[in-house]
C-alpha cells in the first residue's frame, strides 16, 4: 500500500501554512473553524487537537492550517507534518462518513508521554463520554474493560471517544504486551460485542453543576474544554475541573488516563495549563494543582 508523504508549503497568508499529500484526501473543499464541527473527520480532529490550532480547511491533497498568534511556524512545522503523516499511515482516516458497521475495525497503538500507558485509537467512534476503570469492580457495565483486566499486567483503563488508554502494571513491558492488546481489542470491536453500556453511567459533565459555580470557575472550565482536553486527548488522557479557592486563587484538576501518573505532567500543567491560565485570567491564578485521577 502507498504510504502517505505529507509536505509543507506557505501560503499567501502569514498565519496559515498548507501540508499537502501525495495521495488523495478528499472529494470536497470543507472548512472547519472548531472541533465540534469535524466529528466525523478524525484527520481534522487531530489537529484541532493542537492548542495553537485556529482553523483547518480540507481540500483534495491538502491541509490547509491556519494557527493562533501565540507561536512561530518554524517552531512546530516539522513535527505537525509528521504528526499528519504518522496518523495517515497508521491507519488513521481523513473522514468516517462513509465506514459501515461491516468495515474493517483497525486499531494502532501510540506510545503516551507516560511509560506505563498506551494508547489504542481505533477507526471509529465508541464512546460519547470518558470513562475511567481503576479495578475490575468498576466495570459490571463496561464489557470491553472487564474483559481487557483479564490481562493480569493492565493495572488501569480509560475510554474516550475512539481511543482507549491502558496503564500496565509496574514491571510489566509493552514491548511484550502491545500486539496483544491491540488484536483483542479490535477482535471485540469487529465481532459486534457491546463495548459499553453508556446510559447506566452519569454524564461527567452535568450542567447543572456548572451553573452553580462562580464566574471564574465557569471561565477555568471553558477554557481547559477548549484549549487543554483536546491536546491532553492527544496524549491518551483527560484533564477535569476540580475546584477554583478564591482566596488562594488555587486550581485544582484531576488527570485521568494515560496523564495519571505521568513523570511528565507536572511539566505541562507548570509550563502549559498554569501559564495559559494566568494569560487569560490575569491576577486570578496563583497555581495549578494536579490530582491523579
Known amino acids: 500500500m502507498e504510504k502517505h508523504i505529507i509536505k509543507f508549503k506557505e501560503t499567501s497568508r502569514e498565519d496559515e501554512l498548507e501540508f499537502y499529500s501525495n495521495i488523495f484526501l478528499s472529494e470536497k473543499r470543507i472548512e472547519f473553524e472548531k472541533v465540534e464541527e469535524a466529528k466525523n473527520y478524525p484527520l481534522i480532529q487531530q489537529i484541532f487537537y493542537l492548542p495553537f490550532v485556529k482553523k483547518v480547511v480540507l481540500n483534495k491533497h491538502s491541509v490547509y492550517v491556519e494557527k493562533l498568534n501565540i507561536l512561530q511556524w518554524k ?88 481511543f482507549i488508554s491502558i496503564i500496565q502494571r509496574a514491571n510489566s513491558n509493552w514491548d511484550e504486551n502491545v500486539m496483544d492488546v491491540r488484536e483483542f481489542i479490535r477482535s471485540f470491536i469487529q465481532d459486534d460485542n457491546v463495548v459499553i453500556y453508556e446510559e447506566n453511567f452519569v454524564k461527567k459533565s452535568d450542567p447543572k453543576i456548572i451553573e452553580n459555580l462562580d464566574d471564574v470557575s465557569k471561565k477555568i472550565i471553558e477554557i481547559i474544554e477548549e484549549h487543554v482536553k483536546p491536546a491532553v486527548a492527544s496524549d491518551g488522557g483527560n484533564i477535569v475541573f476540580k475546584s477554583y479557592d478564591k482566596e488562594s486563587k488555587k486550581v485544582n484538576v484531576i488527570l485521568q488516563g494515560a496523564c495519571s501518573g505521568c513523570p511528565s505532567s507536572t511539566i505541562t500543567l507548570k509550563s502549559g495549563i498554569e501559564n495559559m491560565l494566568k494569560e487569560m485570567l490575569p491576577d486570578m491564578i496563583s497555581s495549578v494543582n494536579a490530582i491523579n485521577g
Open 75 to 162: 517552531d512546530v512545522q516539522d513535527e505537525l507534518s509528521k504528526q499528519l503523516e504518522d496518523f495517515l499511515n497508521d491507519g488513521g482516516l481523513v473522514s468516517q462518513i462513509e465506514l459501515t458497521k461491516t468495515s474493517p475495525v483497525t486499531v494502532y497503538a501510540e506510545s503516551t508521554p507516560n511509560p506505563n500507558a498506551m494508547k489504542f485509537v481505533v477507526n471509529k467512534k465508541l464512546f460519547n463520554d470518558v470513562y475511567e476503570f481503576k479495578k475490575v469492580e468498576e466495570t459490571k457495565d463496561a464489557p470491553l474493560a472487564k474483559s481487557l483486566f483479564t490481562f493480569p499486567f493492565i493495572k488501569e483503563i480509560f475510554f474516550d471517544f475512539n
